[in-house]
C-alpha cells in the first residue's frame, strides 16, 4: 500500500486558489482525502466524473420544495465544490494534467450553475407560488448560456482565422500586452469572480437554507446574471473583435 505523507501531499498539489474559501477552508482539509484516494488510484478525472454524477441528487432535491431536502442538497453541493479541488490535486500528484481533465472540468463548471438556478427556481416557486417565478428562471439560465456561449464562440472565430490569417493570435498578444492594466477593471472582475465562483454560491445557499431563506438567493443572482448577461453581450458585438481586426 502507498503511503504518503500530508507534508508530501501538499508538497506535490499546492497551488495559490483565487478563492478564499478554497485557499483557506477547501485546499487544506483536501489533502487529507487525497491521501485515502491515493492508495486506491483514483485519478482526478475520475473525481471530476463522480461529482457530475453527483450534482444530480441536490438538482432533484431542490425541486421538492422542501426546506429540510433543501439543506441536504445544499451541504451536498459544498462536498461537490470541496471534490474540484480534491481532482484538480489528484491530477498534480501523479503528474497527469491533461486535456480530457480540462475538459471535464469546464464542463461541469458549465453545466452546475444553469442547472442548479433551474432547480433553484422551482424551488422558489414552490414556495411563493408565483409562476412569473418560473418564467424568471428561465431567462436566467438562457442569460447564463448566452454568457457562457459568447464567450465560447468568440473563442472559435479567434481560433478559425487565426488558423487561415496564421499570425493573428501573436498580433493580439503584441497589441494586448502594450495596453496599460486598469486596475478597476481588474478589482470588478475579482469581485464578479468571488460572487459568481458556483463553490461560493453553494456556501452562501447552504448557510442561507439553514435559516429558510435559500428562495430569496434565487431572485439576487437572477438580477446579476441577466445583467451581466445583457452588458457581455451588448459589449461583444459593440467592441469585442476590435483587437483583432486585422
Known amino acids: 500500500m502507498i503511503m504518503v505523507s500530508i507534508k508530501e501531499i501538499k508538497r506535490l498539489t499546492y497551488k495559490a486558489h483565487k478563492n478564499p474559501l478554497g485557499n483557506y ?3 487544506p482539509l483536501s489533502y487529507y ?17 463522480f461529482s457530475m454524477f453527483l450534482f444530480l441528487i441536490p ?18 453541493l459544498l462536498f461537490i465544490s470541496f471534490l474540484d479541488t480534491v481532482d484538480g490535486g489528484l491530477a498534480r500528484y501523479y503528474n497527469n494534467k491533461t486535456l480530457k481533465g480540462k475538459y471535464l472540468e469546464y464542463m461541469s463548471h458549465e453545466v452546475y450553475i444553469p442547472l442548479f438556478f433551474f432547480a433553484l427556481s422551482i ?13 424568471l428562471g428561465g431567462i436566467t439560465v438562457f442569460s447564463i448560456f448566452l454568457t457562457n456561449v459568447s464567450a465560447s ?45 458556483y463553490g461560493n454560491i453553494f456556501y452562501l445557499c447552504f448557510f442561507l437554507s439553514l435559516f429558510g431563506l435559500l428562495q430569496y438567493v434565487f431572485f439576487f443572482y437572477s438580477a446579476l446574471y441577466i445583467s451581466i448577461a445583457a452588458i ?13 481586426d486585422v
Do not use: C, W
Open 33 to 49: 482525502l487525497i491521501k485515502l484516494l491515493i492508495p486506491l488510484k483514483v485519478t482526478g478525472n475520475q473525481v471530476s466524473i
Open 59 to 76: 438538482f432533484f432535491l431542490l425541486t421538492t420544495g422542501e426546506r429540510s431536502l433543501a439543506i441536504a442538497a445544499t451541504a451536498i
Open 25 to 27: 477552508v477547501e485546499r
Open 153 to 197: 464562440n468568440k473563442d472559435r472565430i479567434i481560433l478559425l482565422t487565426s488558423y487561415k490569417k496564421g499570425n493573428l493570435i501573436s498580433k493580439v498578444k503584441k497589441n494586448n500586452s502594450s495596453k496599460p492594466k486598469n486596475r478597476l477593471n481588474d478589482m470588478i472582475f475579482y469581485l464578479l469572480f468571488i460572487v459568481n465562483s
Open 232 to 244: 457581455k453581450f451588448v459589449n461583444e458585438i459593440r467592441k469585442g473583435f476590435s483587437e483583432y
Open 123 to 135: 424551488y422558489s416557486f414552490r414556495y411563493f407560488n408565483n409562476y412569473y417565478i418560473l418564467i
